[in-house]
C-alpha cells in the first residue's frame, strides 16, 4: 500500500516562501510514475498545482502559479517537493500530495480522480 506523507505547511505573510516535501513509502512491485500537488481552499474544489513525471525532467504547473512555485523530486529518497515563492493570501489552502503508477500528461496530471493515492494535506496560510 502506498503512503504518502506531507511536510512543511506553516503560516507566513504575503510575500515569503515555504518548501513542502511529500515522502513515498509502501511500493514494491512498481513506483508511483505520476507524482503531484494539489491544493484545497475553504469551499473549493481540490485544485492541481503541478506534477513531476518520476525519474524525468517532465512538470507540469498549473498557471496560477507559474515562476512562483516549482515541483522537484529526489527519487533515491522517494521525496517530491514544493518550493513555492512570494506567496500571497490566494495561495491558502490544504496542499495535498497525490500519486499515481501511470505516467502522468498534459491532459491528466490535473484532475484529482486520476490519482490513486493521496496524503492526508499539509495546511499553508498566508496573511497579508
Known amino acids: 500500500q502506498v503512503q504518502l506523507a506531507e511536510s512543511g505547511g506553516d503560516s507566513v505573510q504575503a510575500g515569503g516562501s515555504l518548501t513542502l516535501s511529500c515522502a513515498a513509502s509502501g511500493y514494491s512491485s512498481y513506483s508511483p510514475s505520476c507524482m503531484a500537488w494539489f491544493r484545497q481552499a475553504p469551499g473549493k474544489g481540490r485544485e492541481g498545482v503541478a506534477a513531476?513525471?518520476?525519474?524525468?525532467?517532465?512538470?507540469f504547473i498549473t498557471d496560477a502559479v507559474k515562476g512562483r512555485f516549482t515541483i522537484s523530486q529526489d527519487n533515491a529518497k522517494n521525496m517530491v517537493y514544493l518550493q513555492m515563492n512570494s506567496l500571497n493570501s490566494e495561495d491558502t489552502a490544504m496542499y495535498y500530495c497525490?500519486?499515481?503508477?501511470?505516467?502522468?500528461?498534459?491532459?491528466?496530471?490535473?484532475?484529482?480522480?486520476?490519482?490513486?493515492?493521496w496524503g492526508q494535506g499539509t495546511q499553508v496560510t498566508v496573511s497579508s
Open positions: 513531476v513525471y518520476r525519474g524525468t525532467v517532465v512538470t
Open positions: 497525490a500519486a499515481d503508477p501511470r505516467r502522468c500528461s498534459s491532459d491528466s496530471w490535473r484532475f484529482a480522480s486520476w490519482y490513486a493515492y
